[in-house]
């Protein structure tokens, strides 16, 4: 790695961008999804929106950074 050129790397890295979603384009896809779905007034969204736990757990006991925002 420490013997390519900057006109190598250029290239791999294009290479890899034709085949798969580098890493920033993946979160913002999951940024998006999530945007939607506050949007459109879903309970997931809605669940995004105040930070609470989104698939049903439990939050009388557990889901200590839901009740963190709770005593606040």
Not at 17 to 25: F, I, P, T, Y
Not at 28 to 51: M, V
Request: hydrophobic share 30%; net charge positive.
């Amino acid at each position: 790695m420490n013997e390519l050129t900057k006109y190598q790397i250029d290239q791999i890295e294009q290479i890899i961008a034709q085949d798969h979603l580098v890493h920033w384009e993946l979160k913002r896809g999951k940024r998006e999804d999530i945007e939607r779905l506050i949007s459109i007034s879903r309970y997931r969204g809605i669940r995004h929106q105040d930070g609470s736990p989104l698939r049903g757990q439990r939050t009388h006991t557990n889901a200590r950074t839901f009740r963190k925002q709770i005593r606040k």
